[in-house]
T-cell receptor, first 114, second 116 residues
Framework: NAGVTQTPKFRILKIGQSMTLQCTQDMNHNYMYWYRQDPGMGLKLIYYSVGAGITDKGEVPNGYNVSRSTTEDFPLRLELAAPSQTSVYFC?????????????FGEGSWLTVV | GENVEQHPSTLSVQEGDSAVIKCTYSDSASNYFPWYKQELGKRPQLIIDIRSNVGEKKDQRIAVTLNKTAKHFSLHITETQPEDSAVYFCAASSPGGPSTGNQFYFGTGTSLTVIP
């Protein structure tokens, strides 16, 4: 049981390039999330998904896209990278809640846009 | 939506002393309050959580208290050790619905330094 796995761990992008951050979980969690964490700041929700085929915007969705074709995978796509997207990205998942359940994070992806 | 505020942003304590971090939330529907510890360069990891039907929960040197009326909850670390040095995040979560799911709203973090 690997939990939440993200790749790549580190990436340097040039302005205007595109890339996809991969995320997969093997806990059969319905809910998946993408957060970004800027230096010294908290976690901001980019996109989330409550199940396969369903995605929705979080607090800071501009410049990103997601898809959820399977329960396990939730990739995050950056179409035209900008320096403002330099951040640490965390994928996370949680079980379908009845009265709240904890969220499990991947190890993070450090992205630098130059 | 929910708004979670966390204080202080930085905290330094002597080894062996206690540390207290406080969070407030705005949405009375929030019913689950986890605390995460994030070491430098690592992922946030759950250290303790509390649900709204409980006022206090302890796990060895760590405790969390919840005041639903005042909408605040606190993390207490006793007998602090250098390995407790990290950034701590609080979060509040509400059940949401089938289409929105349970949303987690995070505080901005507290950088705790335990001085040997």
């Amino acid at each position: 049981n690997a939990g939440v796995t993200q790749t790549p761990k580190f990436r340097i992008l040039k302005i205007g390039q595109s890339m996809t951050l991969q995320c997969t979980q093997d806990m059969n969690h319905n809910y998946m999330y993408w957060y970004r964490q800027d230096p010294g700041m908290g976690l901001k929700l980019i996109y989330y998904s409550v199940g396969a085929g369903i995605t929705d915007k979080g607090e800071v969705p501009n410049g990103y896209n997601v898809s959820r074709s399977t329960t396990e995978d939730f990739p995050l796509r950056l179409e035209l990278a900008a320096p403002s997207q330099t951040s640490v990205y965390f994928c996370a998942s949680s079980i379908r809640p009845i009265s709240g359940n904890t969220i499990y994070f991947g190890e993070g992806s450090w992205l630098t846009v130059v | 939506g929910e708004n979670v505020e966390q204080h202080p942003s930085t905290l330094s304590v002597q080894e062996g002393d206690s540390a207290v971090i406080k969070c407030t939330y705005s949405d009375s529907a929030s019913n689950y309050f986890p605390w995460y510890k994030q070491e430098l360069g690592k992922r946030p990891q759950l250290i303790i959580d509390i649900r709204s039907n409980v006022g206090e929960k302890k796990d060895q040197r760590i405790a969390v208290t919840l005041n639903k009326t005042a909408k605040h909850f606190s993390l207490h670390i006793t007998e602090t050790q250098p390995e407790d040095s990290a950034v701590y995040f609080c979060a509040a979560s509400s059940p949401g619905g089938p289409s929105t799911g349970n949303q987690f709203y995070f505080g901005t973090g507290t950088s705790l330094t335990v001085i040997p």
